[in-house]
């Protein structure tokens, strides 16, 4: 068993340019179901609802990109002046350093060491870009195709699925277990996009007030990086940290942006997300950062994305196919 595990991932892992796109439309796709079938509602046939949802996707992610790429771009010409941008505005940390450095003297630690000096690498972004990207369009177009395919044909598939079955308990088994997975990605992509939206709009309105430079696409980068849960804030947060520094006037008032969103992401994760998402999916945070973990290192970016919707969908065949047997109590005479 544990051979075939280890194939099987090393097969994921060696055809990620297969496997990845075609995962990917499975998913999204599962989760743009039920908008196909409220067009149906509307007598429109499902081919065209497919192709137009995913028309629609591909212009909010083209939205998203176009504000994001601006700053950017921007801050990618700059990074040889960030290094002594940096270090002027952190010169308040030279005298804890400095003391530090005594202590180490006092304690016969090693010798002291020269300061530092911060310096930014000069990259030639451009080249390695394209090179990215060339191998990248290929996997592109195969999810776009897959994914109109996909949310055209889901009914005949999920029909196919369940006639696979001989046995009537087998079959209804298959049909909720189909059903419970289109519900659960469907109401997860639904919240977790609104509940972003909102997430980047108030953080673009926090940056605006601390006087950060381009808060639309700051926010709008906070929306798209909250799509990775845990690791995504956490990105954020040291973006804000790093933009707030260089551009601001004081060391101050260049984290009262990064303090805000903190705040932001707080009540966001803690309060706002479980409320409205429920019990239902409701994940368990480590289990949540486990499958970021392996995801990405299997996948990459793409694979911490896909990492809850994945969980959600192995927690649904757990509780069908694994069910809990609780123990039963005897009678009480």
Request: charged share 10%.
């Amino acid at each position: 068993m544990s051979l075939l595990l280890i194939f099987l991932i090393g097969l994921l892992y060696v055809g990620k340019p297969f496997f990845l796109p075609i995962v990917t439309a499975f998913v999204v796709g599962t989760m743009l179901s039920p908008v196909a079938s409220l067009f149906e509602r509307w007598r429109v046939p499902r081919g065209v609802s497919a192709v137009l949802i995913v028309l629609a996707g591909l212009a909010g992610v083209t939205f998203m990109i176009g504000l994001i790429s601006v700053p950017l771009i921007e801050w990618t010409n700059r990074l040889p002046e960030l290094g002594s941008v940096l270090r002027d505005k952190l010169h308040v940390l030279d005298k804890p350093v400095a003391m530090w450095r005594q202590v180490q003297s006092a304690l016969g630690g090693a010798e002291t060491l020269a300061p530092a000096t911060i310096q930014m690498p000069k990259i030639d972004w451009m080249q390695p870009t394209f090179e990215f990207l060339s191998p990248t369009l290929t996997e592109i177009m195969l999810f776009l195709v897959t994914l109109v395919l996909f949310v055209a044909s889901w009914r005949g598939l999920r029909r196919a699925l369940v006639m696979l079955f001989a046995g009537r308990d087998a079959r209804l088994r298959t049909l909720r277990i189909l059903n419970e997975i289109e519900d659960s990605l469907g109401a997860y992509l639904l919240t977790v996009t609104v509940i972003n939206l909102v997430y980047g709009a108030a953080t673009g309105l926090i940056c605006a007030l601390a006087g950060m430079p381009n808060p639309a696409g700051l926010g709008a980068l906070a929306a798209a990086l909250n799509f990775i849960p845990i690791i995504g804030p956490f990105v954020m947060f040291l973006i804000l940290c790093v933009v707030g520094i260089v551009t601001m006037p004081t060391l101050g008032t260049g984290l009262l942006a990064a303090l805000g969103f903190a705040c932001l992401t707080f009540i966001e994760g803690h309060f706002i997300t479980p409320a409205i998402i429920g019990r239902r999916l409701a994940l368990n945070a480590l289990a949540v950062f486990i499958a970021i973990a392996f995801w990405t290192w299997l996948w990459g970016p793409m694979g911490a994305f896909l990492a809850s919707p994945l969980l959600i969908v192995g927690l649904v065949l757990k509780e069908h196919l694994l069910p809990d047997n609780a123990p039963q109590l005897p009678d009480s005479h």
